[in-house]
């Protein structure tokens, strides 16, 4: 594969590739690496992060992006389920447009440099 540039990100085979080595790397879970890191008592910043965004996402009908993310209460309990890889895997981002609000901030607080 060449090297990345910003002019690939655009071509679909390209993300299609992307996603496709992501879903691999997911599928690789077991669930002693998830309760690893749901056992974590202060998890680096990178793991944190992704994991309120991972929340986030897969309860964007019922968060409030107005009140402060309770990483301990919220964050863990999504670590803990059971079905967490395949909702990530299956994740329908259709969601996302009937919760713009959510979207946004993921987009600003996660995402933006």
Not at 82 to 103: E, K, M
Request: aromatic content about 6%; overall charge positive; some cysteine.
């Amino acid at each position: 594969m060449r090297p990345w540039s910003p002019g690939h990100a655009n071509r679909p085979s390209f993300v299609r590739q992307k996603l496709e080595a992501i879903q691999q790397e997911l599928r690789k879970l077991t669930k002693a690496d998830l309760d690893q890191l749901r056992r974590m008592p202060d998890p680096p910043v990178p793991i944190r992060r992704t994991m309120e965004m991972v929340h986030l996402l897969l309860n964007a009908s019922t968060v409030s992006v107005t009140q402060k993310l309770d990483y301990e209460r919220q964050c863990r309990r999504t670590l803990g389920r059971s079905d967490l890889i395949s909702s990530i895997l299956n994740y329908d981002s259709a969601q996302l447009a009937q919760q713009p609000l959510v979207a946004q901030y993921v987009r600003d607080n996660y995402l933006s440099p």
